[in-house]
């Protein structure tokens, strides 16, 4: 993919976000191939070959779910016999059972799901969750001990254990059977469980490869409801709807067997049975919509006549269909914007048996009580990461700005920022600054704790290995972890950390990245594209909501809402006909007023009001007109030599049909032609005989930055 960025400043002194853009190659044929398969169109189809669909098998597993063959879980987890034969025995002994759960919202909603799953097996059963503020993450030997003083006979842990070597040894020495459940990444030295179910332990091609914690839960729960012969429908639904929360606010990837039961379980949301989850949605404002959308009928909605033309200053208007209800469902950013924040919030900021008691009671009123909580503590949480985020950026400028091109990562480190909500920070921080984030604060004064955050290039967790001998603990992955250390190390964990990052980050790695699927005009955002585009559905980790890209628009409206928020209308004329979109930026304050003509990268969305659904766009990206950054100054060189890795070529800009375009010999004679703009170039001796390539592989990418630079034209130019 090409990388595209633009300047932070634009030619009207406006401040633009600092970006970077990388288009997908845009395989025509391809797409075009794929339509008698699909039914779709080929921009959709298109949509389908960014995401790896491209073979006719492919696209039927991805578009009809009930294609997906799923293997029996029995089948694919070694353990799950053995876990099923103790949870099986424990039950009919009337042995006591005990549930060791986490304080995301993931570990929560696997607590509640095996709570009501044993409950409803007749199971004796009670939980814990460690203390966020004061033990940290996993079961530990405290609690370890407590079970047993109870008269505990089973311990299941749900979305930790894998690395509770320690804490399960004692289990066993105290005579404890211990069933380790969990998704993390496999330790050197596995626990000795008398059973582990972890997806990392299973074949890569497995379909449960990529379930949470709250997968393995659901797995485990609905395999021994049927072994029982007791997989009534009222309990499998409940089941359903937890994995469904739990998987989309753990930010799972949303394929495979996730995909196929998540589709199921936003179905079934709107119409759940449990309280718990009626007090949230209802608390939250969610409403659940029409899968798809009736027919527009003759109505034309928002025509206007002016100076002659017709402006359409609505045309995204969407009139259902009465006549032809469409089952209802909530949509991935429901639970990842709504629901699932109120639960994380209060396993960040408080007591997780409030949302434990939610997610299990059958009282409507202790439901709704405990919902207000959830309210209320997210709204305080809204508030200290709002006040934790100004901090930080204040810091940032001041101290950090400066030298970040030297140093390509912040580690920012404050006494008074609650550990709960920094972590959600780092993510804003990496929104806003394109590099990698550490952020801490103290506990006490010899103490640090932290959350950090990653950019694509660059491996969270392999960063804090790097660091391992100044750090206390520390875990993680790819994208994000968490470490304590002495405040003693803190310089040398700043200098470790900015060697590590300069030995995998180059300077152009330092925007935020903005993966851009397609290019389409305003007026092809109407009833038929948006449905079509719902076959993704639903989107998430690894299977994103598509961005789209609209070249040179004009900004005709725009304002401040909220505290921090840009809403504005953009046009686009075509054919003498002008055609009007609404569109949000979240937290684009900073960038207001926005330039009058720019092109843009943004995801659809579907706004309700007064039975009338509109498509809307959410701003992702910003830029100036892509022709602006294509022309190629008139002191420019047409042709010059340059020399790169020791080995010397010739570059020139050439005008080439309706773009120019840049052409770099090699010594070889071999030609690469790029046209300004696009993601494809042509490499060969000759035109007719040339290959395509992907110019934003490194080879290519930074042999054009090298011929750009040797013409005195800026990166931004391509």
Not at 509 to 535: A, C, G, S
Not at 632 to 648: D, G, H, I, L, M
Request: aromatic share 6%.
């Amino acid at each position: 993919m090409l990388d595209r960025s633009i300047p932070k400043l634009s030619r009207l002194g406006q401040k633009l976000p600092s970006q970077r853009w990388q288009i997908y190659p845009q395989k025509n044929d391809l797409a075009q191939k794929l339509v008698p398969i699909t039914n779709l169109s080929p921009l959709i189809n298109q949509l389908l070959i960014n995401r790896g669909i491209e073979t006719p098998e492919q696209a039927k597993a991805f578009l009809d779910l009930e294609y997906l063959a799923l293997p029996s879980p029995i089948d694919d987890f070694p353990d799950l016999a053995i876990s099923l034969e103790l949870l099986q025995e424990a039950i009919a002994s009337q042995e006591k059972i005990a549930i060791c759960g986490d304080y995301d919202a993931d570990g929560m909603t696997s607590t509640a799901l095996l709570l009501r799953s044993l409950r409803w097996l007749g199971a004796r059963v009670d939980y814990a969750i460690p203390s966020r503020m004061h033990e940290g993450y996993g079961i530990n030997k405290r609690i370890i001990e407590e079970f047993h003083s109870e008269g505990v006979s089973l311990v299941l842990t749900v979305d930790n254990g894998i690395s509770a070597f320690e804490p399960v040894a004692r289990a066993r020495e105290l005579g404890l059977k211990v069933i380790v459940t969990d998704h993390h990444d496999i330790p050197q030295q596995l626990p000795p469980a008398h059973a582990i179910l972890n997806p990392k332990l299973i074949d890569e091609s497995s379909p449960y490869r990529g379930v949470a914690g709250v997968g393995v839960a659901y797995i485990l729960a609905v395999s021994l409801a049927h072994q029982l012969g007791k997989a009534q429908s009222s309990i499998l639904d409940a089941l359903l709807e937890l994995f469904t929360l739990g998987t989309i606010a753990d930010l799972a990837p949303l394929t495979g067997v996730n995909r196929h039961w998540v589709k199921n379980g936003l179905q079934q949301l709107p119409k759940s049975k449990l309280a718990g989850v009626q007090a949230l949605i209802q608390m939250s404002g969610v409403q659940a919509r029409g899968q798809g959308i009736g027919d527009r009928g003759d109505k034309r909605a928002g025509v206007q006549r002016s100076r002659g033309a017709e402006v359409i200053t609505n045309p995204q208007s969407l009139i259902a269909n009465p006549q032809s209800p469409k089952p209802k469902s909530l949509k991935p950013e429901d639970i990842g914007f709504r629901l699932g924040p109120r639960i994380n919030a209060v396993g960040r900021l408080a007591d997780p048996e409030i949302v434990i008691e939610l997610l299990t009671t059958d009282d409507m009123g202790i439901a709704l009580e405990r919902a207000m909580q959830c309210e209320d503590i997210n709204r305080r949480r809204q508030e200290m990461c709002e006040q934790i985020e100004k901090e930080a950026i204040a810091i940032v400028e001041a101290e950090f700005l400066a030298s970040l091109s030297e140093d390509r990562v912040l580690a920012i480190v404050q006494p008074e920022w609650h550990h709960g909500v920094i972590g959600i920070v780092a993510s804003r921080l990496v929104e806003r600054y394109g590099a990698p984030v550490f952020i801490g604060t103290y506990e006490g004064e010899e103490h640090i704790r932290g959350s950090a955050r990653g950019i694509p290039e660059f491996h969270v967790f392999e960063a804090l290995d790097y660091c391992r001998d100044l750090l206390g603990k520390f875990g993680g992955h790819k994208a994000a972890g968490g470490f304590s250390l002495a405040a003693e190390n803190l310089d040398d964990l700043q200098s470790r950390l900015s060697e590590f990052a300069n030995n995998c980050l180059e300077q152009r790695h330092l925007k935020p990245l903005v993966k851009i699927d397609t290019q389409v005009n305003l007026n092809q955002i109407e009833r038929h594209f948006y449905q079509q585009m719902n076959v993704l559905e639903p989107c998430g980790i690894d299977n994103p909501d598509p961005i789209l890209w609209t070249p040179n628009v004009r900004v005709v409206e725009q304002e401040i809402v909220g505290k921090s928020h840009v809403k504005l209308t953009v046009s686009q004329t075509i054919n003498n006909q002008q055609y009007r979109i609404k569109a949000i930026a979240w937290r684009w304050r900073d960038y207001f007023p926005l330039p009058s003509q720019v092109d843009i990268a943004y995801k659809l969305r579907e706004n309700e009001f007064n039975g009338q659904i509109n498509i809307e766009l959410e701003l992702i990206g910003i830029r100036l007109p892509s022709q602006n950054q294509h022309s190629v100054a008139q002191t420019t060189p047409a042709r010059t030599s340059f020399e790169y890795n020791e080995r010397y070529y010739d570059c020139g800009i050439y005008e080439n049909s309706t773009l120019p375009e840049l052409r770099i010999m090699y010594p070889e004679k071999i030609i690469l032609a790029v046209p300004l703009g696009q993601s494809i170039g042509l490499l060969g001796t000759n035109r007719q005989e040339a290959r395509e390539v992907d110019i934003s592989q490194p080879q290519y990418a930074c042999l054009i930055q090298a011929a750009f630079h040797a013409l005195s034209v800026e990166r931004t130019s391509y």
